[in-house]
């Protein structure tokens, strides 16, 4: 019963700690990181020496699809 008390007199903390749980949750790690200035290399991977960002690879995906969906289409 003890225990029931003290977490009833800090009700007020325990939903401040739930609620920036579930912020924390909810937001990209990108996207926190480049809040505060340490999001400077995005780079998702390396071919050939150069870095991929995510938007060549995004790009590069699409492209892909496309032309894998306007081959398809011939058959």
């Known amino acids: ?5 003290k ?3 800090q009700s007020g903390l325990l939903l401040i700690m739930i609620g920036l749980g579930l ?5 990209p790690y990108n996207a926190v990181m480049k809040m505060f200035g340490r ?6 991977g390396e071919i ?11 790009d590069a995906i699409q492209k ?12």
């Open 1 to 5: 019963m003890a225990m029931i008390e």
């Open 7 to 9: 977490i009833r007199r």
């Open 23 to 27: 912020v924390g949750f909810l937001l």
């Open 39 to 44: 999001g400077g290399n995005s780079a998702i």
């Open 48 to 58: 050939n020496g150069r870095s991929v960002s995510p938007e060549e690879w995004h």
């Open 64 to 75: 892909q699809e496309g032309l894998f969906r306007y081959s398809g289409n011939n058959s």
